[in-house]
């Protein structure tokens, strides 16, 4: 038995022989897909096939020729990510972080302050970031993430220390986006303090994805 269904849809829990009846009566089989949800043995597999490089698609079906979204967190880690940041969000003048602070601190709505967020991102900054800290898990968490987001932002004395308190945060999100700033800041240097806290499976991951980079 087999689950069976599109990437994106719910699957069915069919027979191997039902589900290739059905990819193979399907007008658009893109995106289907069969999940054993059980350990293969090596002495199940039988043979292996190179498929072309070409085969498939890089982000969805049907994505090319559509307008991609250009949020940090949907081309994160994305061929080309800064030209399609920049070509989609062009900068305009931006808003100096006072500003902005003062907005954030009268906003009661999760979203605006997100967006808020997003305009300190357009630039590097040296003001003391620890006076965003209050929008820890006063919002939705969506927020807290975007704040992990943006302390990589801030070239100053205090942003390593804030980001070091969130890597132990309940929220894998909050610790993934946090272990990415601190990378942001610190560059390869931020590798030793994130091997710290290397137990963690997520702080790992991003251990590894930024060692593979070298």
């Not at 929008?135 to 807290?144: C, I, R, T």
Request: proline share 5%; with cysteine.
């Amino acid at each position: 038995m087999v689950f069976a269904g599109k990437y994106n849809e719910e699957h069915k829990h069919i027979s191997l022989g039902q589900a290739i009846k059905e990819i193979m009566n399907l007008d658009d089989p893109l995106g289907y897909e069969l999940i054993i949800d059980r350990k293969i043995e090596p002495d199940e597999i039988e043979k292996v096939r190179r498929l072309p490089q070409t085969i498939g698609w890089r982000y969805k079906p049907d994505s090319k020729g559509s307008r991609p979204c250009g949020c940090d967190y949907c081309i994160r880690s994305s061929i080309k990510a800064n030209k399609i940041r920049e070509r989609l969000n062009p900068k305009t003048g931006t808003e100096d972080y006072q500003t902005l602070l003062n907005k954030i601190r009268l906003s009661q709505n999760d979203e605006e302050v997100e967006n808020l967020l997003y305009k300190i991102q357009t630039k590097k900054r040296r003001d003391d970031p620890s006076e965003l800290m209050f929008l820890l898990d006063k919002y939705n968490h969506y927020v807290n993430r975007v704040l992990a987001s943006t302390l990589g932002y801030f070239r100053h004395n205090n942003t390593e220390s804030l980001l070091v308190e969130l890597l132990s945060h309940p929220d894998p999100d909050v610790r993934d986006y946090s272990a990415e700033s601190i990378m942001k800041i610190k560059g390869k240097d931020g590798l030793s303090v994130l091997l710290l806290y290397s137990s963690d499976p997520v702080i790992k991951q991003v251990i590894e994805e930024h060692r593979t980079e070298d």
